[in-house]
């Protein structure tokens, strides 16, 4: 599938490479690159990796090309195998290897939604990229709202358990969305670069622009992940001050019958010669002085603001 990079993205029957002032966007399979790579004349001196072997967003400057790979991380379920797939481009045009179809599909809403003043390779990349962290925003924005009303239910003591497993698995995506920021960086950076001098220098500030937006989407990653941190420290913190209330009450509790247990233990002694045994009143009489214990201990720990 091949467009012409215009006003919009015409399609095309084939690229019209070095006869034409349009730049091109070709989708090709795998297969279909091995089979056509050398009317492209992108002098590359490396062979393309399979989808089966790329790892990482990145590009790389060759004698007269530049190639690399995109592996972009699930958004609806960062669980799921990453998106993948590749790409060459020169001054002429850029072609996308992909078997997944991803590549089609992104091609296929520039083509859809975008219209350009002045168009060129530079804007068209600048959107493709675009379209890669599009929603990321209100992605991670979401996350946040979760993780507030995690924290707002901890500080509240509402007594619910805090969902460890979520905030773990949020955790865990959000570094990937930190590791995927990373390499797109280091991808824009080298397109800003420009060592081939495929690019026009006015139309250099398009990378600029999208390194500005990813790393303002990195940093709020960061924060989100550090905010995971504290909430968890948090839930940490609330659990060793209910704890320490628990073992406060025993301890006031124990404090309050240790008294009570050693007249008990005192009076359980059956020794013969105990006059207390004998006399009328010794029942109530110790009935009210364990009363005044308990009685004397509470005001005491109330007043120690213990209780």
């Known amino acids: 599938m091949y467009y012409s990079i215009r006003e919009t993205l015409e399609p095309v029957a084939e690229p019209v490479i070095g006869e034409d002032d349009a730049q091109y966007v070709s989708l090709l399979s795998y297969s279909a690159w091995r089979a056509q790579k050398e009317q ?32 972009i991380p699930d958004r609806k379920n960062f669980d799921a195998e990453d998106i993948k797939f590749s790409f060459a481009l ?18 296929e809403t520039i ?4 219209r350009w003043r002045s168009p060129s390779l530079e804007r068209f990349l600048y959107d493709f990229l675009e379209q890669i962290v599009k929603g990321d925003l209100a992605l991670m924005t979401r996350m946040e709202l979760e993780m507030d009303a995690m924290e707002q239910a901890v500080l509240e003591n ?16 959000i570094r990937d969305l930190q590791n995927h920021y990373e390499q797109l960086l280091d991808l824009a950076e080298e397109l800003e670069e420009n060592e081939n001098g495929f690019f026009q220098q006015e139309n250099l500030r398009y990378f600029r622009q999208f390194l ?38 025993l301890t006031v509790v124990t404090s309050i019958f240790l008294p009570l247990t ?16 004998n006399w009328p009143w010794s029942y109530p009489i110790v009935f009210v002085v364990c009363i005044v214990i308990v009685v004397a201990c509470l005001i005491f720990f109330k007043k120690k603001k213990w209780l």
Not at 40 to 64: C, R, W
Not at 99 to 107: H, M
Not at 111 to 114: F, G, L, S, V
Not at 214 to 236: F, G, N, P
């Open 262 to 277: 050693l007249i008990a233990g005192w009076y359980g002694m059956n020794f013969r010669y105990m006059p207390e045994l």
């Open 40 to 71: 492209f004349d992108l002098g590359m001196d490396i062979e393309e990796p399979e989808k089966a072997e790329i790892f990482t967003t990145h590009a790389q400057v060759n004698y007269d090309s530049l190639t690399g790979t995109f592996c």
């Open 90 to 107: 020169d001054e002429k045009g850029i072609i996308f290897i992909d078997d997944t179809g991803a590549a089609e599909g992104i091609v």
């Open 111 to 114: 083509r859809n939604t975008r």
């Open 158 to 173: 509402s007594g619910d358990e805090l969902p460890v497993t979520r905030l773990n698995k949020i955790r865990r995506d």
């Open 212 to 249: 500005s937006r990813v790393e303002r989407l990195r940093d709020m990653a960061t924060a989100l992940r550090d905010y995971t941190i504290q909430i968890h420290d948090l839930y940490a913190t609330q659990m060793d001050i209910r704890q320490n209330q628990i073992m406060r009450i």
